[in-house]
Nanobody
């Protein structure tokens, strides 16, 4: 099976930085696009940022200029560097990845369990 495990969440003061990691492991042949979504209490899950295997990125307007998504293909790991955090960034952050499994031609999509980010003084 394939697992996506997020780490790096926590409590941070407004204006501070935080870095999230998402490691994909298991019977993976190749990881294609990876991304981060977030869901605040009472709100729908929303896109934060995505990155292709080639490094092309896409960001939500609300995080452009503050967040940076990157990845290490050798480690099947994606990162989300979050700077200048605001209270409205408080949410559970979820990692997602499109991947191809070993010995299977089809593609799959998986999600991590989520990591809480709280921005508060």
């Amino acid at each position: 099976q394939v697992q996506l495990v997020e780490s790096g969440g926590g409590l941070v003061q407004p204006g501070g930085p935080l870095r999230l990691s998402c490691a994909a492991s298991g019977s993976i042949f190749r990881v294609n696009a990876m991304g981060w979504y977030r869901q605040a209490p009472g709100k729908e899950r929303e896109l934060v940022a995505t990155i292709t295997s080639g490094g092309n990125t896409n960001y939500a307007d609300s995080v452009k200029g503050r967040f940076t998504i990157s990845r290490d293909n050798a480690k099947n790991t994606a990162y989300l560097q979050m700077n200048s955090l605001k209270p409205e960034d408080t949410a559970v952050y979820y990692c997602t990845a499109d991947y191809v499994k070993l010995w299977s031609p089809r593609g799959y999509n998986g999600w991590g369990q989520g990591t809480q980010v709280t921005v508060s003084s």
